[in-house]
Protein backbone atom coordinates (compact mmCIF):
# COMPACT_ATOMS: atom_id res chain seq x y z
CA UNK A 1 0.00 0.00 0.00
CA UNK A 2 1.81 3.35 -1.17
CA UNK A 3 2.27 6.03 1.74
CA UNK A 4 1.00 9.42 1.66
CA UNK A 5 3.40 11.28 -1.27
CA UNK A 6 4.50 14.84 -1.49
CA UNK A 7 5.15 16.47 -4.47
CA UNK A 8 7.96 18.57 -5.15
CA UNK A 9 10.17 17.53 -2.79
CA UNK A 10 12.56 20.64 -2.35
CA UNK A 11 11.52 24.03 -4.20
CA UNK A 12 13.45 27.05 -3.81
CA UNK A 13 11.52 30.26 -4.25
CA UNK A 14 12.07 34.16 -4.21
CA UNK A 15 10.55 36.74 -1.78
CA UNK A 16 7.15 37.93 -3.21
CA UNK A 17 6.70 34.80 -5.30
CA UNK A 18 4.09 31.97 -4.43
CA UNK A 19 4.08 28.45 -4.51
CA UNK A 20 1.33 25.38 -4.53
CA UNK A 21 2.45 22.10 -2.69
CA UNK A 22 0.70 18.56 -3.74
CA UNK A 23 -0.14 15.60 -1.05
CA UNK A 24 -2.03 12.39 -1.81
CA UNK A 25 -2.89 10.64 1.06
CA UNK A 26 -3.05 6.91 1.32
CA UNK A 27 -5.99 5.28 -0.60
CA UNK A 28 -8.92 4.93 1.17
CA UNK A 29 -7.73 8.05 3.93
CA UNK A 30 -10.32 11.22 3.52
CA UNK A 31 -8.43 13.24 6.01
CA UNK A 32 -5.62 15.51 4.98
CA UNK A 33 -3.43 17.89 7.28
CA UNK A 34 -0.95 20.06 6.33
CA UNK A 35 1.79 20.95 9.50
CA UNK A 36 4.84 23.20 8.87
CA UNK A 37 8.08 22.49 10.54
CA UNK A 38 10.76 24.60 11.62
CA UNK A 39 13.63 24.27 13.66
CA UNK A 40 12.78 27.34 15.89
CA UNK A 41 9.34 26.23 16.24
CA UNK A 42 8.99 22.59 15.60
CA UNK A 43 5.99 21.34 14.00
CA UNK A 44 2.75 24.01 13.60
CA UNK A 45 -0.82 23.22 12.21
CA UNK A 46 -2.14 25.04 9.72
CA UNK A 47 -5.12 23.31 8.62
CA UNK A 48 -6.72 20.15 7.84
CA UNK A 49 -9.73 19.16 5.24
CA UNK A 50 -12.42 16.23 5.27
CA UNK A 51 -14.48 15.43 2.40
CA UNK A 52 -13.16 18.33 0.68
CA UNK A 53 -14.16 20.83 3.13
CA UNK A 54 -11.79 22.74 6.03
CA UNK A 55 -12.64 21.43 8.90
CA UNK A 56 -9.83 23.66 11.48
CA UNK A 57 -7.12 26.29 10.90
CA UNK A 58 -3.70 26.95 12.51
CA UNK A 59 -2.74 30.55 13.69
CA UNK A 60 -1.17 31.25 9.86
CA UNK A 61 -1.78 34.49 8.23
CA UNK A 62 -4.16 34.17 5.33
CA UNK A 63 -1.22 34.08 2.88
CA UNK A 64 -1.54 30.36 3.50
CA UNK A 65 -4.29 28.62 1.89
CA UNK A 66 -5.14 24.74 0.85
CA UNK A 67 -7.84 23.11 -0.77
CA UNK A 68 -9.02 19.10 -1.21
CA UNK A 69 -10.19 17.42 -4.54
CA UNK A 70 -12.76 14.97 -4.41
CA UNK A 71 -10.38 11.98 -4.76
CA UNK A 72 -9.05 13.37 -1.57
CA UNK A 73 -5.72 14.89 -2.85
CA UNK A 74 -4.61 18.25 -1.31
CA UNK A 75 -2.88 20.78 -2.45
CA UNK A 76 -1.84 24.44 -0.14
CA UNK A 77 -0.66 27.59 -1.46
CA UNK A 78 1.45 30.20 0.11
CA UNK A 79 1.10 33.61 -1.48
CA UNK A 80 3.57 36.66 -1.39
CA UNK A 81 6.37 34.15 0.19
CA UNK A 82 8.58 35.81 3.19
CA UNK A 83 12.18 34.09 3.91
CA UNK A 84 10.53 33.24 7.27
CA UNK A 85 8.01 31.12 5.41
CA UNK A 86 11.45 28.42 4.35
CA UNK A 87 10.47 25.46 6.09
CA UNK A 88 9.33 21.76 5.68
CA UNK A 89 5.72 21.40 4.99
CA UNK A 90 4.41 17.87 6.13
CA UNK A 91 1.04 16.51 5.12
CA UNK A 92 -0.61 14.15 6.99
CA UNK A 93 -3.69 11.76 6.53
CA UNK A 94 -6.04 9.71 7.74
CA UNK A 95 -9.04 7.74 7.53
CA UNK A 96 -11.62 9.69 9.71
CA UNK A 97 -11.73 12.91 11.62
CA UNK A 98 -11.93 13.19 15.45
CA UNK A 99 -10.65 9.18 16.64
CA UNK A 100 -7.69 9.06 18.94
CA UNK A 101 -7.58 5.70 17.61
CA UNK A 102 -6.75 6.95 14.11
CA UNK A 103 -3.62 7.30 13.17
CA UNK A 104 -2.22 10.57 11.01
CA UNK A 105 0.52 9.12 8.42
CA UNK A 106 3.00 11.71 7.17
CA UNK A 107 4.37 11.83 4.32
CA UNK A 108 8.28 12.92 4.14
CA UNK A 109 7.36 16.48 3.21
CA UNK A 110 8.52 19.17 0.88
CA UNK A 111 11.51 21.64 1.66
CA UNK A 112 11.02 25.23 0.89
CA UNK A 113 13.74 27.76 0.67
CA UNK A 114 12.93 30.89 -0.03
CA UNK A 115 15.59 33.35 -1.10
CA UNK B 1 -4.20 27.06 24.75
CA UNK B 2 -2.33 23.40 24.62
CA UNK B 3 1.19 23.79 25.55
CA UNK B 4 4.03 20.46 24.36
CA UNK B 5 7.37 20.51 26.37
CA UNK B 6 9.87 17.89 25.38
CA UNK B 7 12.99 17.35 27.50
CA UNK B 8 16.16 17.11 27.10
CA UNK B 9 16.96 19.17 23.57
CA UNK B 10 19.10 16.42 23.00
CA UNK B 11 20.65 12.97 24.56
CA UNK B 12 23.66 11.24 23.76
CA UNK B 13 23.64 7.97 25.03
CA UNK B 14 26.45 4.91 24.40
CA UNK B 15 24.91 1.47 22.90
CA UNK B 16 23.04 -0.44 26.03
CA UNK B 17 22.93 2.92 27.94
CA UNK B 18 18.88 2.78 29.18
CA UNK B 19 17.16 6.71 29.37
CA UNK B 20 13.91 8.31 29.21
CA UNK B 21 12.61 11.07 27.66
CA UNK B 22 10.03 13.42 29.04
CA UNK B 23 6.79 15.02 27.38
CA UNK B 24 5.20 17.32 29.92
CA UNK B 25 1.76 19.00 28.81
CA UNK B 26 -1.03 21.15 28.90
CA UNK B 27 -4.34 20.02 27.45
CA UNK B 28 -8.03 21.23 28.24
CA UNK B 29 -9.16 17.73 28.38
CA UNK B 30 -6.92 15.14 26.34
CA UNK B 31 -8.29 12.56 23.64
CA UNK B 32 -5.25 11.35 23.12
CA UNK B 33 -1.32 11.34 23.67
CA UNK B 34 1.06 10.48 20.66
CA UNK B 35 4.24 9.77 20.34
CA UNK B 36 6.34 10.02 17.16
CA UNK B 37 9.47 8.75 15.71
CA UNK B 38 11.34 11.36 12.33
CA UNK B 39 14.24 10.15 10.87
CA UNK B 40 16.00 12.77 8.97
CA UNK B 41 14.82 13.81 5.85
CA UNK B 42 11.82 11.90 6.66
CA UNK B 43 8.26 12.15 7.92
CA UNK B 44 7.59 11.47 11.63
CA UNK B 45 6.25 7.78 12.20
CA UNK B 46 4.02 6.50 14.30
CA UNK B 47 4.93 4.70 17.76
CA UNK B 48 2.26 4.68 20.14
CA UNK B 49 -1.10 6.43 21.40
CA UNK B 50 -1.84 6.86 25.19
CA UNK B 51 -5.10 8.01 26.12
CA UNK B 52 -5.22 7.86 30.10
CA UNK B 53 -2.84 8.46 32.82
CA UNK B 54 -1.53 5.52 34.28
CA UNK B 55 -1.72 3.55 30.87
CA UNK B 56 1.23 2.24 29.19
CA UNK B 57 2.30 0.65 26.13
CA UNK B 58 6.11 -1.05 24.84
CA UNK B 59 7.27 -2.02 21.37
CA UNK B 60 10.06 -3.61 21.21
CA UNK B 61 12.94 -1.50 23.52
CA UNK B 62 10.44 1.60 23.75
CA UNK B 63 7.68 1.84 26.30
CA UNK B 64 5.57 4.91 27.09
CA UNK B 65 4.13 6.02 30.30
CA UNK B 66 1.35 8.71 31.21
CA UNK B 67 0.03 10.65 34.43
CA UNK B 68 -2.25 13.25 33.96
CA UNK B 69 0.89 16.05 33.53
CA UNK B 70 3.54 14.18 31.62
CA UNK B 71 4.38 10.76 29.28
CA UNK B 72 7.85 9.36 28.96
CA UNK B 73 9.48 7.18 26.91
CA UNK B 74 11.99 5.00 27.92
CA UNK B 75 14.57 3.33 25.87
CA UNK B 76 15.98 0.39 27.18
CA UNK B 77 19.26 -0.91 25.81
CA UNK B 78 18.90 1.32 22.89
CA UNK B 79 20.91 0.79 20.02
CA UNK B 80 22.30 3.07 17.36
CA UNK B 81 19.34 2.42 14.65
CA UNK B 82 17.30 4.09 18.07
CA UNK B 83 18.88 7.23 16.96
CA UNK B 84 16.06 9.60 15.55
CA UNK B 85 13.97 12.52 16.67
CA UNK B 86 11.24 11.52 19.08
CA UNK B 87 8.08 13.53 19.33
CA UNK B 88 5.38 13.84 21.57
CA UNK B 89 1.69 15.41 20.57
CA UNK B 90 -1.43 15.96 22.12
CA UNK B 91 -4.87 15.49 20.74
CA UNK B 92 -7.51 17.96 23.02
CA UNK B 93 -10.77 16.23 23.45
CA UNK B 94 -12.59 19.60 22.30
CA UNK B 95 -11.16 19.10 18.64
CA UNK B 96 -13.56 18.21 15.73
CA UNK B 97 -10.74 16.89 14.51
CA UNK B 98 -7.22 15.36 14.03
CA UNK B 99 -5.19 18.64 15.17
CA UNK B 100 -2.22 18.05 17.28
CA UNK B 101 -0.10 19.93 19.10
CA UNK B 102 3.66 18.76 18.88
CA UNK B 103 6.42 19.75 21.82
CA UNK B 104 9.48 20.45 20.37
CA UNK B 105 11.49 16.85 20.14
CA UNK B 106 14.27 14.83 21.60
CA UNK B 107 16.67 14.24 19.27
CA UNK B 108 18.27 11.14 20.22
CA UNK B 109 21.61 10.01 19.23
CA UNK B 110 23.15 6.14 19.90
CA UNK B 111 26.87 5.83 19.86
CA UNK B 112 28.19 1.82 19.33
Known amino acids: KAGVTQTPRYLIKTRGQQVTLSCSPI?????VSWYQQTPGQGLQFLFE???????NKGNFPGRFSGRQFSNSRSEMNVSTLELGDSALYLC??????????????FGSGTQLSVL | EDQVTQSPEALRLQEGESSSLNCSYT??????LFWYRQDPGKGPEFLFT???AGEEKEKERLKATLTKKESFLHITAPKPEDSATYLC?????????????FGGGTRLMVKP
Open chain 1, 92 to 105: ASSRVLGDANEKLF
Open chain 2, 50 to 52: LYS
Open chain 2, 89 to 101: AVQADNNAGNMLT
Open chain 2, 27 to 32: VSGLRG
Open chain 1, 49 to 55: YFSETQR
Open chain 1, 27 to 31: SGHRS
